[in-house]
């Protein structure tokens, strides 16, 4: 059974705890509630309700559950977490159920309320923590006899980093590290720890690598020589979809919210860029799905209407179809209506100017109203956009911001969006200089996501384009 397993697992096992909780506190105030209220045994009846209940209330449970992020890395959980956790959502989906369905009923004292709380309460929680408990452990111990583990990459490759391998290398209870390799940080003719693990190539190849090799976790372990590294370390780092730690000697050089982790006998530190709360995140996606199937089906006669438009404005597509770079700089394909004639960019990418004499008539129209950017939509639904985040840009452009501005890398580790805090404060970007000084007003956004300013940047948004502002 490896890891994927497992990550079916826990949703199905908790499926079916709450169908059992359910059915035992359906029995209960059959058998125990209603004959105190009627003043005699009532039937203990199975019908088409009860059914329906061991279906629609695990799937409160299961989204409730999705939402708060039990499901994100379930190999990296923590009993002692699992058993807070569980209590804690226990008491917030018994508390809805109970508003939702239960405060209606018909009791003879308000006693019944609160027993008939505590027994659904006890019933979710111990038959959904017991099946938890006992598939963490088993992972857990899985992982400490190193049948399942991490992808592991060492970033330092002498002393430091000798050390920091054979220490986990030789405990007794592993970490669940696999050391695929390192990544020397400066050229030498000898790698102390090439003795150990194969040297997988050069710190500028870093993202690369790790993708190559499916890596889960970076190690940093550097020799003093080389701390002034790190900031192009946690750059290139930024860009990968990876669990970062470092040696403790490293903390007041490390930038980032940094969290001390005592790994039995390796105390490393994680650094954790955790942008916002995994719940936040998970409603900021349902958001972006509800909102753009509201939108597509919303704008439909629009939709029609504009790709009439595009057809008679001009021979060529109705979809421009174009290259961006998403979140972890992974490339994507941005569909927005085509506003420009076909062969706008035969003489190499270019940013829309004043008066552009590429853009048709109807393309300004468009421009003007945002509505060439609909399709963006489809991008949000196949989760490769969000609605807010910064704007995405083609690599051409991005190689040339770099060269002046490395925070850009920064922008990858989030999805980018439809509209922005950039977007809204300065506008489109006329030429690179612009886009470097739009960037600070992104960089601020990642700095202080939350769904209340997602809101703000949305509603901003909407009156900018009515007061007929350049967004």
């Known amino acids: 059974m490896n890891k994927r397993y497992f990550a079916i697992l826990y949703p199905v096992f908790d499926f079916l705890a709450a169908s059992i909780s359910w059915a035992i506190f359906y029995i209960y105030r059959k058998v125990e509630v209603e004959p105190l209220v009627f003043g005699y045994k009532i039937p203990l009846e199975i019908g088409s309700r009860f059914y329906l209940g061991l279906i629609?209330?695990?799937?409160?449970?299961?989204?409730?559950?999705?939402?708060?992020?039990?499901?994100?890395?379930?190999?990296?959980?923590?009993?002692?977490?699992?058993?807070?956790?569980?209590?804690?959502?226990?008491?917030?989906?018994?508390?809805i159920i109970f508003f939702a369905l239960i405060l209606d009923d018909v009791i003879v004292s308000y006693k019944n309320y609160y027993n008939s709380f505590l027994v659904l309460f006890t019933l979710q929680y111990v038959i959904t923590y017991i099946p938890r408990l006992t598939m963490t452990s088993l992972?857990?111990?899985?992982?400490?006899?190193?049948?399942?583990?991490?992808?592991?990459?060492?970033?330092?490759?002498?002393i430091r980093a000798v050390?920091?391998?054979?220490?986990?290398?030789?405990?007794?209870?592993?970490?669940?590290?696999l050391f695929v390799g390192f990544v020397n940080v400066r050229a030498k003719k000898e790698y102390q720890l090439s003795r150990f693990i194969p040297n997988l190539g050069i710190l500028k190849n870093l993202p690369?690598?790790?993708?190559?090799?499916?890596?889960?976790?970076?190690?940093?372990?550097?020799?003093?020589?080389?701390?002034?590294?790190?900031?192009?370390?946690?750059?290139?780092?930024?860009?990968?979809n990876v669990v970062i730690k470092a040696i403790p000697d490293m903390y007041d050089i490390l930038t980032g919210k940094v969290k001390i982790q005592t790994i039995y006998g390796t105390p490393l530190l994680q650094i954790t860029h955790d942008l916002i709360p995994i719940w936040q995140l998970h409603v900021k996606r349902f958001i972006d799905i509800i909102a753009s199937l509201i939108a597509l089906t919303v704008m439909f006669p629009i939709y029609v209407f504009l790709?009439?438009?595009?057809?008679?404005?001009?021979?060529?597509?109705?979809?421009?179809?174009?290259?961006?770079?998403?979140?972890?700089?992974?490339?994507?394909?941005?569909?927005?209506?085509?506003?420009?004639?076909?062969?706008?960019?035969?003489?190499?990418?270019?940013?829309?100017?004043?008066?552009?004499?590429?853009?048709?008539?109807?393309?300004?129209?468009?421009?003007?109203?945002?509505?060439?950017?609909?399709?963006?939509?489809?991008?949000?639904?196949?989760?490769?956009m969000s609605i807010v985040g910064p704007r995405p840009e083609r690599q051409y452009f991005i190689d040339k911001i770099i060269k002046r501005a490395p925070e850009y890398v920064h922008l990858h580790k989030v999805k980018p969006g439809i509209t922005s805090w950039g977007q809204v404060k300065?506008?489109?970007?006329?030429?690179?200089?612009?886009?470097?000084?739009?960037?600070?007003?992104?960089?601020?956004?990642?700095?202080?996501?939350?769904?209340?300013?997602?809101?703000?940047?949305?509603?901003?948004?909407?009156?900018?384009?009515?007061k007929q502002r350049n967004i």
Not at 74 to 83: A, D, I, P, Q
Not at 139 to 158: A, D, H, P, Q
Not at 208 to 233: F, K, M, Q, R, W
Request: with cysteine; hydrophobic share 40%.
């Open 56 to 95: 629609l209330v695990p799937i409160f449970w299961l989204g409730l559950h999705y939402f708060s992020g039990y499901y994100v890395n379930v190999y990296r959980k923590s009993r002692l977490k699992e058993f807070g956790k569980t209590f804690f959502f226990s008491l917030v989906g018994v508390t």
């Open 307 to 384: 790709v009439i438009g595009v057809k008679l404005s001009s021979p060529g597509p109705v979809l421009h179809k174009q290259e961006r770079i998403g979140r972890y700089g992974k490339p994507f394909i941005l569909y927005k209506f085509r506003s420009m004639v076909a062969d706008a960019e035969k003489d190499g990418p270019g940013l829309t100017q004043a008066n552009d004499a590429r853009l048709t008539n109807f393309g300004t129209f468009m421009r003007k109203w945002k509505f060439d950017e609909i399709p963006n939509f489809f991008n949000v639904l196949k989760g490769e």
């Open 208 to 240: 690369e690598i790790v993708e190559e090799y499916n890596i889960e976790e970076v190690i940093i372990a550097l020799e003093t020589s080389e701390h002034d590294e790190i900031s192009s370390i946690i750059n290139k780092l930024n860009e990968c």
């Open 163 to 177: 050390e920091v391998y054979k220490d986990m290398e030789n405990q007794d209870r592993s970490t669940g590290n």
């Open 426 to 466: 300065y506008g489109y970007a006329l030429n690179v200089d612009q886009m470097i000084k739009r960037l600070r007003y992104d960089l601020l956004y990642i700095e202080n996501m939350s769904l209340f300013v997602d809101f703000q940047i949305m509603i901003s948004t909407i009156l900018a384009i009515i």
């Open 139 to 158: 992972l857990r111990r899985r992982i400490n006899k190193r049948e399942i583990g991490f992808n592991t990459l060492m970033v330092g490759s002498n």
